[in-house]
């Protein structure tokens, strides 16, 4: 089990860290895109845009190190509610509003969102259950290390292009019969 909290530390560290930098190479963006998100004041928007990076960052950062790896997977568990409740709002008021956690999308967020953020938030449930019941440590087989950095980079790879993903299973619009 230590392998498996170990690719889901890597995995949520990883991708918090590539969303924070995403929005902090363009910080206008992502606050921008908030304004779709009716619920949430205007005067909020930008302020929410800063939290939202630099929980991010300090997720990673507990993550990252081996004394505060529990704290991180509970920090990063009640974060990921947060971000699994929004498409969940989204698609429940039937909304077109657009995903910019890693950067520019036109994607409007839909059920691929929402499965991705449930992903994340149960990589963050079952590690820190893990880090509760096992322990934080990092293993040591060989072995298992490298399947445990495999596999967080082919999940972290999936979360941060699910846009891309779920593209390739849209059906193709009219107009773009012919291209």
Wanted: with cysteine; net charge positive.
């Amino acid at each position: 089990m230590l392998y498996v909290s170990f690719a889901c530390r890597l995995t949520l560290a990883a991708v918090m860290v590539l969303a924070a930098v995403a929005k902090l190479r363009s910080p206008g963006a992502f606050a921008a895109s908030l304004k779709d998100f009716d619920f949430i004041p205007a005067r909020l928007r930008r302020p929410l845009a800063v939290l939202v990076s630099a929980v991010e960052l300090v997720v990673a950062l507990l993550l990252a190190v081996p004394a505060t790896v529990t704290a991180g997977f509970l920090v990063a568990a009640l974060f990921c509610c947060a971000l699994t409740a929004v498409p969940v709002l989204v698609v429940a008021r039937g909304q077109q509003v657009t995903c910019a956690c890693f950067g520019a999308s036109e994607t409007p967020m839909g059920g691929w969102h929402i499965a991705r953020n449930a992903t994340l938030l149960a990589a963050a449930v079952l590690g820190s259950a893990v880090a509760l019941t096992v322990g934080d440590g990092v293993p040591g087989e060989m072995a298992g290390i490298v399947l445990a950095v495999v596999s967080a980079g082919v999940l972290t790879a999936l979360t941060v292009f699910v846009d891309d993903i779920a593209a390739l299973f849209r059906s193709p619009v009219a107009g773009d019969l012919g291209r």
